[in-house]
């Protein structure tokens, strides 16, 4: 089958072996699989993975049980073993012997099949476009915050980031705090924020003066979490949604002097973004830049990086 491939190098493949599902999985044929940061991050060191790229998707599933043969899904991207500590008390994203697709001891998606635990999978309501379907995964995210802060009307949040995550936080946390404000370095970026109403600021003319209640950091950059300790006010809350390879050094001193909670976020209910999606709650469909084969992958990657391109998106009914 067609994959990408990386090896310490970012490789196509038309030969890559078809998954084989262990006990419980289905395989799962990619219609549509969506570039993300971390993939970006991956290709620079990122948790030395090696294997086939991409978590973010929509599929049908190929073989499995009879219930879920011809079904549209989604899956989330923690394979978890069901039985160590934290699988038991309910954190099982926290699974201690998880593999993570495309990212960490499993192949991803960016391949024209996937092996993925029944368990993974959600359904895709009909309404629901191929595009508007591989931003569940991100959305998903955008949505833990809701779990891990309480938001309220009235606070001052700011979101630091205008690449797809953080549009997809400033999406949601909006809904509840219509003050919020999106910071980035990119105006073609922050006007699709605008396009749905939210309030934006260019980071040159955004002024830090610790008074934000939360801070969302989904910069992907050491500096967006040096901002976000400038911007948060005394015991406020900052919540991190960067990962990356590398970096400056920040200085977290004002953490312990301003008492600052710090949160740490990562993947999300599945089940809240497919159903904010179904409801028209969330507008995602301006985020698309551009879509493109599998075979240029290597290109679309080099595109994701670019800092006027917000979301690529591989189409993998091309070529096959």
């Known amino acids: 089958m067609r994959a990408v491939e990386f090896t310490g190098d970012v490789v196509f493949r038309d030969d890559y072996a078809d998954p084989r599902p262990a006990r419980g999985e289905v395989v799962v044929e990619v219609i549509r699989a969506g570039v993300c940061r971390t993939d970006l991050e991956i290709v620079r060191g990122y948790m030395n993975f090696r294997g086939v790229l991409g978590h973010e998707f929509v599929g049908r599933v190929a073989a499995g049980p009879a219930r879920w043969r011809g079904k549209r899904v989604v899956a989330e991207i923690n394979c978890v073993c069901g039985r160590c500590g934290m699988c038991r008390s309910g954190l099982r994203n926290h699974c201690r012997e998880r593999t993570v697709l495309g990212i960490h001891g499993r192949d991803g998606v960016f391949a024209d099949k996937v092996a993925v635990p029944i368990g993974n999978l959600h359904e895709v309501p009909d309404g629901l476009s191929d595009d508007e379907a591989v931003m569940v995964e991100p959305l998903a995210a955008a949505f833990q915050l809701v779990r891990q802060v309480r938001f309220e009307r009235g606070q001052k949040v700011v979101v630091l980031g205008d690449g797809t995550l953080g549009q997809l936080i400033a999406r949601v946390v909006h809904r509840i705090c219509p003050s919020l404000v999106l910071v980035g370095k990119h105006s073609e970026k922050l006007e699709l924020a605008e396009k749905v109403h939210i309030q934006t600021a260019e980071v040159g003319d955004f002024v830090p003066r610790q008074d934000a209640d939360v801070v969302v950091d989904a910069t992907g950059a050491a500096s967006g979490l040096a901002l976000a300790c400038r911007a948060v006010r005394p015991r406020g809350t900052i919540v991190l949604k960067s990962t990356y390879a590398g970096g400056e ?66 189409d993998m009914a091309c070529g096959r």
């Open 249 to 314: 050094p920040v200085d977290l001193s004002s953490l312990v002097i301003n008492e600052v909670t710090l949160i740490g976020s990562r993947c999300g209910p599945f089940a809240d973004a497919l159903n904010a999606l179904a409801r028209h709650e969330v507008d995602v469909t301006n985020l698309v830049s551009r879509h493109m084969s599998v075979e240029n992958a290597i290109e679309a990657l080099e595109l994701a990086a670019r800092s006027d391109v917000v979301k690529v998106i591989l």
